[in-house]
């Protein structure tokens, strides 16, 4: 008896092994999909007579996702969005990234970035929620140049140290704190820049805002829906299909998946006038909000060579004729920059005349008010 019951328990686990491979090959074949086979295959019945087979697992998961231990937040000053999935689920396809509510996503990464704060920006300390502040506050947006991924010393922090050390050194002028806000994230596009300062730092009234962009915008809007890119310039990166596959059908992305790359249908002067408007559009935000807003057109360093970037080079080519009417400072036109990569500055000859650049203009702007 004791022997039938092993050998009924063996051949079950056999069968269900052996299932799970044959499924688990069989969808991969014809999807791309890495995910379970025993689940993609009750899913597959599931949708086709309408049952909920996995009504339990749903629910069991749904539990244990609300368990003290698996919500750390609850408990603790952490954001479950950022640090509740751990290292472990950071695959090589989505890097650092992490959806974030209201912000499309965040939690900016990269060799020099050691920490971030609650809400995933490359910040030392806590700058969201200081009502009574003494200091200018200065917030800082853009990808992951301005973010700094290539600087051992963010622009940001940067531009915190050439303010606050000029002022301790002018003695005729009053002395002001600077603290800077950095909320520049790897990818961002300039939609990611506006939602990003509207939902985290309006509240706060910063006295100034840079946007320190255009490569990203100019990069995705060669592939993204000419709905999204020509009307309303709403570029985004392909993580977003990626996880759109994995939050609908548990899959993964196409290993196929093009990241370079044009639409050869796309209206390059759509795309830049939809760029233009979102500049304006982020300008009205900040000024209504009484704070002072600087534009500058991120620079790059893109080769003649490089065919998978060469909408970017065109669309750079045609936005610098009228890039003065448009951005406070143009970077383009900085030949002193030198760059570690096509679009990342390097430390000495990058990020620190970068943040000069910035920090001499607000000097200037205060001293005209």
Not at 96 to 104: A, K, L
Request: charged share 25%; proline share 2%; aromatic share 16%.
């Amino acid at each position: 008896m004791m022997k039938n019951k092993k050998l009924i328990i063996a051949t079950f686990i056999f069968i269900f092994i052996i299932g799970e491979i044959s499924l688990g090959y069989l969808y991969f074949q014809r999807e791309n999909n890495i995910s379970s086979g025993w689940v993609r295959f009750l899913r597959k019945i599931e949708a086709k007579l309408n049952l909920s087979l996995l009504s339990f697992s749903h629910n069991a998961r749904f539990t244990i996702f609300h368990k003290e231990e698996f919500f750390p937040g609850k408990k603790e000053n952490i954001n479950f969005f950022i640090a509740g999935f751990g290292k472990k689920n950071m695959t090589d396809q989505m890097y650092g990234y992490r959806p974030h509510p209201y912000v499309n996503y965040s939690n900016a990464w990269g060799p020099y970035v050691k920490s971030v704060d609650y809400f995933g920006y490359r910040n030392s300390r806590d700058l969201y929620f200081d009502s009574n502040r003494k200091y200018k506050l200065i917030v800082l947006t853009g990808g992951s140049e301005a973010m700094g991924f290539t600087h051992n010393l963010s622009i940001a922090e940067l531009i915190e140290k050439q303010l606050n050390n000029h002022y301790k050194n002018q003695k005729t002028e009053k002395v002001q704190e600077f603290k800077v806000l950095n909320l520049a994230v790897n990818s961002y596009a300039i939609a990611d820049e506006i939602s990003t300062y509207v939902h985290l730092a309006y509240n706060s009234k910063p006295e100034f805002v840079i946007s320190h962009s255009g490569y990203n915008d100019f990069m995705y809007s060669g592939y993204v829906p000419k709905q999204f890119s020509e009307e309303l310039g709403l570029n985004f990166n392909k993580y977003m299909y990626c996880w759109s596959l994995r939050l609908v059908n548990l899959e993964n992305c196409p290993k196929n998946m093009l990241w370079y790359g044009a639409n050869p249908d796309a209206n390059d002067n759509k795309i830049l006038n939809a760029y233009k408007k979102n500049i304006k559009k982020f300008k009205t935000i900040v000024e209504t909000n009484g704070g002072i807003f600087i534009t500058g057109l991120q620079g790059h360093m893109i080769p003649l060579s490089d065919q998978h970037r060469k909408h970017v080079r065109e669309r750079y080519d045609l936005i610098l004729d009228s890039a003065d009417k448009i951005f406070d400072i143009n970077f383009m036109n900085f030949k002193e920059i030198k760059y570690d990569d096509t679009v990342h500055t390097n430390y000495e000859d990058g990020a620190k005349i970068i943040a000069k650049t910035y920090a001499d203009l607000i000097i200037a702007k205060l001293k005209t008010d």
